[in-house]
């Protein structure tokens, strides 16, 4: 067992015990650091796999806000037999969220993003409900009639990549 304060700074302040032991451990021979090591290097081997195989999978739909304006965001996707449309993820200037976490169900997602300062939007010809408050809405049709605004999405092919980025860029 190392001494708790056995090294002294400059000024004859005493050391913490974490730090004379690492100075105490530096003091010794050479062969007796090297074993050390040694030691301490097989832990570290044989902890690696359990620590690196042994952490959750995330499988998330992110968007990432490249702008230097907060940007709100809507997300449509297939919901079982229906259309579901969700908003608003808020995000300040460059600044990522999960939008759909856990695994993807589906190979198509849509985005619909507006910049809160300067005005504008990434959209696109598919068209979903939305709502200027926050929302979850069922189904994609007769919008207008149902109290919902009709709004165009842009379409996000993930492909088979369980963790996909979407890129809101100026």
Request: net charge positive; hydrophobic share 45%.
């Given at each position: 067992m190392l001494p708790q304060a056995s090294l002294t700074q400059a000024k004859g302040e005493r050391i913490s015990p974490q730090l004379s032991a690492f100075f105490g451990f530096m003091r010794n021979g050479p062969s007796?650091?090297?074993t050390r090591l040694s030691m301490l290097g097989a832990?570290?081997?044989a902890a690696f796999p359990v620590l690196v195989w042994s952490a959750p999978a995330f499988a998330d739909l992110r968007v990432c806000n490249q702008t230097e304006s907060r940007v709100g965001v809507a997300i449509g996707y297939r919901d079982g037999e229906d259309w579901t449309t969700e908003g608003w993820f808020n995000l300040p200037p460059a600044a990522c969220t999960a939008v759909i976490m856990g695994e993807?169900?589906?190979r198509y997602y849509y985005v619909y993003a507006v910049d809160y300062d300067l005005g504008g939007d990434w959209s696109?010809?598919?068209y979903m409900c939305t709502r200027s408050t926050m929302f979850t809405?069922?189904?994609i049709n007769d919008c207008v009639a149902r109290g919902y605004d009709r709004?165009?999405?842009f379409e996000v092919d993930v492909g088979d990549d369980p963790n996909h980025t979407v890129?809101?860029?100026p």
């Open positions: 007796q650091r090297a832990a570290f081997v993807l169900a589906s696109g010809s598919s809405i069922r189904g709004t165009g999405f890129q809101l860029n």
